[in-house]
C-alpha cells in the first residue's frame, strides 16, 4: 500500500510541477489525418497539368504519397471521376477513377495505373 501512496504522490507532484506525463509528436503523428493538397490547373498544347508532375512516364504509388499521385488525382478530379481528397496515394479509389478514364480513352490497357500508355489520355480528357 505505501508503494501506491508513493506512487501517487509522485504523479501528483509532477503534474503539480508541470513535469506531468507527455507524448512525444512522432507518437501522435499517426493520429493526424494525411495532407491533402490544391491543384493548379493549366492548360498548355492541349494537354491540363496540375502543377505537380509534368511528365509522362512515372507510375504513382499505391503506398506513399508521389508528385505523380497528386498530380493524376487532380486530373481524375478536374475530370470528374475522383471525388475524394488529393493526398498524392494513389489507393484503390484513384485506381477506380483512372479505369474509368482508361476505359474512354481507347487503345491503353486498361489497369487502374497512369503510365506510359495513359498520361498523354488523361491529360488530353482533362483539357477536354
Known sequence: MRINKRLAAAFATAAVLGGGLAVAPDAEAGSQSAQTYTCHYSASGGY???GYYSGNTVVPSASSVTNAGI???????WI???RYSVDGIFGAHS???MKLAQE???GVTVDGLPGPQSWRGLRYLAAG
Open 48 to 50: 491540363e497539368y496540375a
Open 71 to 77: 498530380e493524376a488525382q487532380c486530373l481524375l478530379k
Open 80 to 82: 470528374g471521376y475522383y
Open 95 to 97: 485506381q477506380a477513377a
Open 104 to 106: 474512354t480513352m481507347g
